[in-house]
C-alpha cells in the first residue's frame, strides 16, 4: 500500500484468453423516488426495488431458508389502487448469461416461496408496495458449491400501467454454501484484513474469533498483491503474480481453503507494477479483456473477489506515450470496476480508496457505489468519514473510514493508538467496514487487546486468540 510497500518482481503467469460476448450491462436499478401529485395513467410505469437497491443481490443458501425482499414501485401515484404478481422468471436466465458472459442455471422454482403467492397491492396515493418476502429453501435441487441465478419479475393486472421496460426484473445470485459457516456478525460489521504475502502468512487470520458466538474475527483476507502489467510484445494488460502470490495460489488448498472454510472471503488484490499501465487507463476493450482475465484467476483459484487498488503505475501525461492506453482518469477507473463487476456478478468487489478514486458522477449510467462492494480509506493515520461522498451510490455500510496498520516498522503504525472515540463514531454513524493492514507475526505482536477494543464495541464480544502463529514456510 502507499509507502508501505515494495513487490519484489518474480515469475509472471501467462494471461488467460477465452472467446467471450461482448454486450452492454446494466448492474443497477435505481428506485424512484417520485411521489409528488397524481400524475393519472399516462406515463405510470412500474417497477421492482430490492431493499438495497440493486438490481442484483448476491445470497448465501445453507442449511436453513434464505429471505429476500422486494417491492413494487410506481413512477407516479395512480390515484386508484394497483394489482400486480411476482413470479420467477426462467425466461430471463438464457439473456443475463449471454449479457454477463456467464453460465448459470436457474435456481430449482421447487425450492422457491412468494409472499400472498406474489400477489402485490399499491394504494390509490402510494408509489411503493410493502416489501414482500422472497423465500429461498435449501434442496437437493441446488448442488452445494453452486451459484445459481433467480430472475424475478412481475405483471401488472390495472390497466394502463406499464411495466419499465430496463427495470422490470431483479436478479438473484443464489450460492450454495452447504455447511460453509457464515462470518455475519450483528450490525453485519465487516472486519477486512490485508496480508503482505512477500512476508506474512494469510493462515494467521484463522486465529482469531469472538469470544462468546465462536465467530471468525476477519470477514474478508486480501492477498497482497497481484499486479497489473504491461505486455510490449501483445500491448496488452495481463495479470502478474510474484513468486509469493503465485505460491499461495498454486496451493490454494493449504493456504485459501482453511480460511473459506471457517466462512473467510478469499480476494486478490490487483496493484500496478511501475510500468505504463494501471487500473485506470484501460480503453473500453481493454477494461472488457482484462476483466475477463480476472473472472478466469478467481474460477480458477476458487477466491471469492478482486480488490483494486490505484498505485505504482507509471502513468503516462499523453496518450500517445503508450500507445492502446489513455491518460488515467477516475472515469476510466471505473469503467473497469463497471466490467468486473458485470463478468463476475456473484463475486467481491472492493476498493482501497487511492488514486483516481473521485466517482462523482454515474459512468456510462452506473452508481461506483452501486458497482462496488465496499470501500475503505487509504490512510491509516487518521479516520476519513468525508471520502465516501467520492463514491456516488455508497451507502454507510459499504464505506470504511477508520484503516489501522499493524506493521510496528511502518512509518503510518496505528496498531498502538486505536481511538476509543473513533471506534464509537464508526458505530453509531452506521459504517460498516474497518480494515486491519499487515498483521505480523515475526514482531512478537499481540493483537487480542486491539481486536477486542473494536470487537466489544461493534459486537458486543471480546476477541480471542487460537491456535499458533503460521510462519513463512515457502
Known amino acids: ?63 436453513q431458508a434464505v429471505r429476500s425482499t422486494v417491492r413494487l414501485g410506481l413512477t407516479h401515484v395512480a390515484g386508484r389502487a394497483v394489482d400486480a404478481t411476482l413470479r420467477v422468471a426462467p425466461e430471463l436466465v438464457e439473456a443475463y ?54 430472475p424475478v419479475t412481475f405483471d401488472v393486472k390495472t390497466t394502463g400501467i406499464a411495466p419499465a421496460a430496463d427495470r422490470k426484473a431483479l436478479y438473484l445470485l443464489v450460492k450454495v454454501s452447504g455447511a460453509r459457516p457464515d462470518t455475519t456478525k450483528p450490525g453485519g460489521f465487516t472486519m477486512v484484513s490485508y496480508f503482505e504475502v512477500n512476508d506474512m502468512n494469510p493462515l494467521n487470520a484463522v486465529n482469531y474469533f469472538l469470544a462468546d458466538s465462536g465467530k471468525p474475527f ?12 504491461y505486455d510490449a510484445a501483445s500491448g496488452r494488460a495481463y495479470v502478474h503474480f510474484n513468486d509469493n502470490v503465485a505460491h499461495l495460489l498454486a496451493n490454494r488448498d493449504k493456504y485459501i481453503a482453511p480460511l473459506q472454510a471457517l466462512g473467510i472471503r478469499v480476494c486478490l488484490t490487483i496493484l500496478g507494477n511501475h510500468d505504463r499501465i494501471g487500473v485506470a487507463n484501460l480503453s473500453a476493450e481493454g477494461a472488457r479483456e482484462f476483466a475477463r482475465e480476472l473472472r478466469v484467476v478467481v474460477d480458477t483459484y476458487g477466491l471469492d473477489g478482486v480488490d483494486f487498488d490505484d498505485e505504482w503505475s507509471d502513468y503516462p501525461s499523453r496518450a500517445d506515450e503508450a500507445p492502446g492506453f489513455l491518460v488515467p482518469s477516475s472515469e476510466l477507473y471505473g469503467r473497469l470496476l463497471i466490467e468486473t463487476r458485470r463478468v463476475m456478478p456473484d463475486k467481491l468487489v472492493t476498493l482501497y480508496a487511492y488514486g483516481h478514486t473521485s466517482f462523482y458522477n454515474p459512468i456510462d449510467g452506473k452508481r461506483i457505489g452501486e458497482v462496488v462492494d465496499y470501500a475503505w480509506n487509504s490512510s491509516y493515520l487518521y479516520a ?27 512509518d503510518q503504525y496505528t496498531g498502538d493508538s486505536l481511538s476509543d472515540a473513533e471506534i464509537q463514531k464508526l458505530h453509531e454513524g452506521g459504517y460498516g467496514v474497518m480494515v486491519w493492514y499487515d498483521l505480523r507475526t515475526d514482531k512478537r ?16 464480544e471480546q476477541t480471542v486468540k487460537r491456535g499458533y502463529d503460521y510462519g513463512k514456510d515457502w
Open 384 to 410: 476519513d468519514y468525508n471520502s465516501m461522498k467520492n463514491f456516488l451510490g455508497l451507502m454507510p455500510g459499504q464505506w470504511g473510514p477508520y484503516s489501522i496498520c499493524l506493521n510496528p516498522d511502518s
Open 218 to 229: 476477519f470477514d474478508i483476507v486480501n492477498i497482497f498483491a497481484a499486479n497489473i502489467n
Open 1 to 63: 500500500m502507499n509507502i508501505l510497500h515494495k513487490l519484489a518482481a518474480g515469475c509472471l503467469l501467462g494471461c488467460w484468453a477465452f472467446a467471450a460476448v461482448s454486450c452492454t450491462d446494466d448492474i443497477s436499478i435505481p428506485g424512484s423516488e417520485q411521489n409528488g401529485g397524481t400524475a393519472g395513467e399516462q406515463g405510470i410505469e412500474a417497477y421492482l426495488q430490492s431493499e438495497s437497491g440493486k438490481s442484483e443481490t448476491t445470497v448465501e443458501l445453507r442449511g
Open 97 to 150: 448469461n449471454e449479457e454477463h458472459e456467464t453460465s448459470f442455471e436457474l435456481f430449482p422454482e421447487s425450492q422457491v416461496s412468494l409472499e400472498e403467492n406474489g400477489a402485490v397491492l399499491i394504494g390509490p396515493e402510494d408509489v411503493f408496495s410493502d416489501y414482500m418476502a422472497l423465500n429461498l429453501m435449501p434442496g437437493e435441487g441446488a448442488v452445494e458449491g453452486q451459484t445459481y441465478l433467480l
Open 445 to 460: 505482536q499481540s493483537y487480542v487487546g486491539r481486536f477486542s477494543q473494536v470487537s466489544s464495541v461493534v459486537y458486543g
